[in-house]
């Protein structure tokens, strides 16, 4: 027996991508300088691992193949599309706005509106030009300005194809992996310059976008990675209640006055304890190939925490690596089914952009872990093949609607 739920009418459903995991020859970035380091290839020689898996290189070539790209997103039957657009191209030297980047672009958004899609541009996902970098990137207050500059020259030429903005995605989850945990370059540990960095994104945030807005109407917003973490036991409530702070709340709190939406990443569920993080996302759930725990329920919980903001809501990321493709399907029938919940208890869910399009470079983890709604065959000339996951979510997308098994 399947029950069947509409979706709010102009609900809008897609994929997301960005630039550095799917365009290729990122050569002006920091990302590109750090996978081609030798301190990188040593690093990883050590792990008994071949530093050439973890060059983003060509990617998916999506730099010359995005027509390609949307194209088989129309026929998937999505009507919106998460792009990035990438600062290392545009401003490749400080003050040097590259008017080839820039009319590139062009031409990607008006490949996407020729598809028939609605835009959404993220300005900053993880990756730097590498003169910004050399400046101390967002460690410094005074760099803040740097991005604003480019977020404005990025507003003024393109926002003629633009329908969503999406000054930063996730500055936490950046900040926390560059600074902190050293995964992303510049490979630091330092609570101290975790927190400065937090802050100056947030700043860049609130500061670029009234000026995009001075530029076009259209909104704006960030995409933040919003967890669901419960607590462990009735005893660890306060520490769950700090956790949830630190890691959700901080950011919304600190960016709403400068945002028209609010963008949601939703991939964790945790368990807290009365010390912090007492059990992981695994336990009791399945998991995807990177080991995350799949727990749909908790983005219901996510999205109705968001109620009391009073703003429209996208899901700018959801998605599960899963080479084999068994698990796709139900992963998105099941955050679906969540999210209609959260709907019918009056959140304002207007969109939902699977994570991702395409097979792509997973930062540090290299190409191996398969996040595409479309298989990027790296044997066979990055032969782009639909899976089938993306023909059942094709269903969906076009008779805005999931059919749900009960
Ligand atoms: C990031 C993506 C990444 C995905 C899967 C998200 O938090 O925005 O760039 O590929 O997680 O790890």
């Known amino acids: 027996m399947t029950q069947k739920y509409k979706f709010p009418n102009g609900f809008l459903w897609g994929a997301a991508t960005a630039a550095h995991q799917i365009e290729g020859n990122n050569t002006n970035s920091d990302w590109w300088a750090w996978e081609n380091s030798a301190k990188r290839a040593n690093q990883l020689i050590a792990q008994g691992k071949n530093p ?22 129309q026929q998937l039957g999505h009507n919106s599309t998460r792009l990035s657009i990438e600062w290392a191209r545009i401003e490749p030297k400080e003050g040097v706005f590259d008017e080839k980047a ?71 989850i950046y900040s926390v992996h560059a ?4 995964i992303f370059p510049p490979n630091k540990h330092s609570l101290i310059k975790t927190v400065k960095v937090t802050l100056n994104l947030l700043r860049a945030h609130n500061l670029a976008a009234p000026r995009i807005k001075s530029i076009t109407q259209k909104p704006v917003g960030l995409a933040n990675q919003l967890s669901d973490l419960v607590a462990a036991s009735p005893l660890a409530k ?28 939703y991939y964790i569920h945790h368990h807290i ?14 998991v995807n190939d990177l080991g995350w725990g799949i727990h749909p329920e908790g983005i219901e919980q996510v999205l109705l925490r968001l109620k009391s903001y009073g703003k429209p809501i996208y899901i700018t990321e959801n998605g599960l690596a899963d080479a084999k493709d068994t698990r796709r399907e139900k992963f998105i029938m099941d955050h679906l089914y969540h999210i209609h919940k959260a709907i019918n208890q009056g959140a304002d869910v207007r969109g939902y952009l699977h994570w991702s399009l395409i097979d792509n470079f997973e ?23 639909v899976r089938y996951s993306a023909i059942k979510y094709a269903e969906i997308c076009r008779s805005n609607a999931l059919e749900y098994p009960h």
């Open 52 to 73: 050439e898996d973890y060059k983003s290189g060509i990617a998916c070539d999506s730099y010359n193949r995005y027509d390609e790209d949307f194209s088989l997103a």
């Open 179 to 182: 600074y902190l945990l050293g």
């Open 102 to 172: 820039l009319e590139h672009y062009e031409k990607v958004l008006q490949s996407a509106k020729f598809h028939g899609l609605k835009t959404f541009v993220t300005l900053h996902h993880y990756t730097n030009p590498v003169w910004f970098a050399n400046k101390g990137a967002f460690e410094k207050k005074e760099n803040v300005q740097y991005f604003v500059r480019y977020a404005e020259a990025a507003a003024k030429r393109l926002h003629e194809y633009v329908d969503f903005w999406i000054t930063i995605n996730e500055p936490g």
């Open 363 to 385: 930062w540090q983890e290299g190409f191996w872990p398969r996040f595409g709604l479309i298989e990027i065959d790296r044997e066979d000339l990055l032969k782009r093949r």
């Open 238 to 265: 306060i520490t769950a209640g700090l956790a949830q702070y630190l890691a959700n709340d901080f950011i919304l709190k600190k960016t709403m006055a400068n945002c028209d939406f609010i963008g949601v990443n």
């Open 273 to 286: 304890g009365i010390f912090g993080i007492r059990e992981n996302s695994r336990r009791g759930h399945k």
